[in-house]
């Protein structure tokens, strides 16, 4: 069998990081694992590639991160961002500039553990295993079939619906992640039965939680597609962000 690790990892080692894994069998992509943490997906709250490799077998093909990812150092904003940002951003979905700091020292300690493991960035080519860094944006649109960004951040609610009470907000993002679940099933089955909806009283936080899980099942779907060459790479030879070919 053959898998795919999705991880929408956060900037800096104090936030959360959605973890995903789908697994090809039975002539279907399966979502196997999803989680809202490294620590409830490999029981270990540190960024340690070895763990969340040692938590998903020894089967998985390709890494998907949402996290700025270069084979130099990053100093600041790159061609990847620049790329991605003139191609969408007049949908909603330009690039925030990676620096130095932030997320810097993680970003390269995440790449160097999995390059460790066997995993070399793909900026051109998924050849052997790969990692790679995608984007959940510009795959939300593409997922369904969107022509601008998708309101689906927890953070942003405020600002998508400034007149609204938060009773109104959260049901308006609970359609929203809905629709993006339902579209994500027909792709990576078992995405609705694994990510039932939160209830209505939930905090912010466990919304965010829900969130980030969620991302993660995005970022292992681009890294599906990525896998079946249906994924392309905006940016240049030292770092690219991969986008579904569907939001081209």
Request: glycine residues 6%.
């Amino acid at each position: 069998m053959t898998s795919v690790l999705g991880i929408d990892a956060a900037w800096t080692p104090a936030n959360a990081s959605g973890v995903a894994l789908a697994r090809y069998r039975d002539g279907a992509w399966n979502l196997d694992i999803v989680a809202s943490s490294y620590e409830e997906f490999a029981g270990d709250k540190s960024v340690e590639p070895t763990n969340l490799l040692r938590a998903t077998g020894d089967d998985v093909a390709l890494v998907a991160i949402d996290m700025p990812l270069a084979l130099e150092p990053i100093k600041g904003r790159r061609a990847a961002d620049t790329a991605v940002s003139r191609a969408f951003g007049a949908r909603g979905c330009a690039v925030h500039s990676p620096s130095s700091s932030r997320p810097g020292p993680l970003a390269c300690k995440i790449r160097n553990g999995f390059e460790q493991a066997g995993f070399q960035l793909s900026t051109k080519l998924v050849t052997g295993r790969s990692l790679i860094e995608v984007y959940p944006h510009v795959a939300a649109m593409a997922l369904i079939k969107a022509d601008y960004r998708v309101p689906y951040k927890v953070s942003r609610m405020s600002r998508y619906w400034p007149d609204d009470e938060i009773v109104v907000r959260k049901q308006k993002i609970f359609s929203q992640w809905a629709e993006l679940i339902t579209a994500l099933d027909k792709v990576v089955v078992g995405t609705a039965s694994c990510l039932p909806l939160p209830k209505p009283e939930s905090s912010l936080s466990e919304l965010k939680r829900f969130e980030d899980a969620l991302d993660a099942v995005i970022c292992a779907w681009v890294g599906v597609l990525a896998l079946e060459g249906c994924a392309v790479p905006y940016g240049d030879e030292s770092a690219a962000i991969w986008v579904p070919s569907a939001a081209i």
